[in-house]
């Protein structure tokens, strides 16, 4: 078995589906405490799948983690849970650190405990993987090289400070330790599945809606997009082959400002499901008061996970983003499923 946290989040939930799509792959336990961010939904596909062990359940649970680990003995661990979304850390950072920093710890203490029991072979071949952010590493200017694994932690905000914190939890946990720890730091994802709080499936699900697509700001941040499904094959070849104690940049190679990532989701909506008035989408875009302390530029060189693993990504902004967009489109079931109360309530917090 290998245990995943957060599986049923935008990327833990599409790295399950996928992991669970090779027959031979071995089972996953998914703990996930549900959060308004977790959606079963997103796992439906895997009801008769005996390889699925869904936990409801928290990270910081001590009992629980330890009681799973002992259980399922899993050869690894893979860390996605996390609060994700920065404008909420903005508004109230304390679950930020609660999940990200003190469940962290309390993950990786279970882990270790764990660990130290197993027999040597086992011992050997495990290891934990902490799934982490390119926030962690500050802000860009425009001409700045990309972010490589050696940049200094400039973390700006209360999501990205608490991120910056696990990293550093881990690392501590291989040096101090000897605890078989591997890091990789991500740009910004997309793709199926991903919460309406975010750019993309914001402006999507507004713009379908007849609603305004609110740009922070004048729209010239600029972020690092890859395909979901691009950052889980990252994540399976950095699991098998990554270097213990290393960490690893995962990226697209695919800077964008944000302006132009609206324009081009207006541009495919226009051609798949043209506006009723025949108008483009972009006539519902709105510039809106900026992010407090927001971030003007990431950009990831992930020419170390190239170059030492021979990973690349299969998706090209252009195919990726079109498959996006159809994706929404095609699943309004899923869409209802997750815009409820709560969703509505943050939407009239954050933009009023
Ligand atoms: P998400 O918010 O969509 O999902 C997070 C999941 O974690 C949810 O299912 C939630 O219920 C669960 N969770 C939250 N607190 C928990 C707890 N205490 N115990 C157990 N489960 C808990 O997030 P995401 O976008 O899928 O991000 C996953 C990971 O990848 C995070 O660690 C994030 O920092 C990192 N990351 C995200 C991106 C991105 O663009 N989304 C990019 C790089 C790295
Ligand atoms: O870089 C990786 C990070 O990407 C992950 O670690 C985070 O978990 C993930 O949420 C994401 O953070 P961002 O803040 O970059 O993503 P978000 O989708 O919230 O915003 C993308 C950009 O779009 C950012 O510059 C803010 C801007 N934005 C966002 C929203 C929600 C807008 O202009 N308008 C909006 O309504």
Redesign the pocket.
């Known amino acids: 078995m290998i245990l995943v946290?957060?599986?049923?989040?935008?990327?833990?939930?599409?790295f399950v589906l996928d992991w669970l799509k090779v027959p031979e792959n071995e089972g996953i336990i998914n703990?996930?405490?549900?959060?308004?961010?977790?959606?079963l939904a997103t796992l439906d596909s895997l009801k008769k799948d005996q390889r699925h062990i869904f936990i409801h359940?928290?990270?910081?649970?001590q009992a629980l983690v330890t009681k799973l680990l002992n259980d399922y003995q899993p050869r690894a661990i893979i860390?996605?849970?996390?609060?994700?979304?920065v404008d909420r850390s903005i508004h109230g950072p304390a679950?930020f650190v609660?999940?990200?920093i003190v469940?962290t710890f309390n993950l990786l203490e279970c882990a270790r405990k764990y660990w130290n029991s197993l027999q040597e072979k086992a011992k050997v071949n495990f290891r934990f993987h902490?799934?982490?952010?390119?926030?962690v590493y500050g802000s860009l200017s425009a001409t700045d090289p990309a972010f490589t694994e050696t940049n200094p932690y400039e973390p700006n905000s209360p999501?990205s400070a608490s991120?910056a914190a696990?990293d550093h939890l881990v690392r501590a946990w291989f040096h101090t330790y000897g605890f078989p720890v591997v890091r990789?730091?991500?740009?910004?994802?997309?793709g199926p599945?991903?919460?309406p709080e975010?750019l993309i499936p914001l402006v999507i699900l507004n713009a379908l809606n007849d609603k305004l697509l609110p740009i922070y700001g004048d729209g010239q941040q600029i972020r690092d997009w890859?395909y979901?499904g691009d950052?889980c094959s990252a994540i399976r070849e950095v699991l098998t082959k990554g270097k213990l104690g290393e960490t690893y940049n995962?990226g697209g190679w695919n800077e964008q400002a944000n302006i132009d990532v609206v324009k081009t989701i207006c541009r495919i909506l226009d051609k798949l499901k043209p506006r009723a008035d025949g108008q483009s989408y972009d006539q519902q875009i709105t510039f809106v008061k900026d992010r407090p302390g927001h971030d003007r530029r990431y950009a990831i060189d992930a020419s170390k996970v190239e170059r030492e693993l021979g990973w690349r990504p299969a998706e090209t902004f252009d195919s990726g983003i079109r498959k996006t967009v159809q994706w929404y489109l095609d699943n309004p079931v899923w869409i209802e499923g997750v815009v409820s109360g709560s969703y509505r309530d943050w939407l009239q917090k954050q933009y009023n």
């Open positions: 946290t957060g599986g049923a989040g935008f990327i833990g939930g599409n703990l996930d405490k549900l959060t308004y961010a977790g959606n359940g928290d990270i910081g649970n860390n996605f849970a996390a609060e994700s979304h679950e609660n999940t990200n469940g902490h799934i982490s952010t390119d926030e999501y991120k696990s990789t730091n991500c740009s910004n994802n997309y599945y991903h919460f975010k890859l979901v950052h995962i």
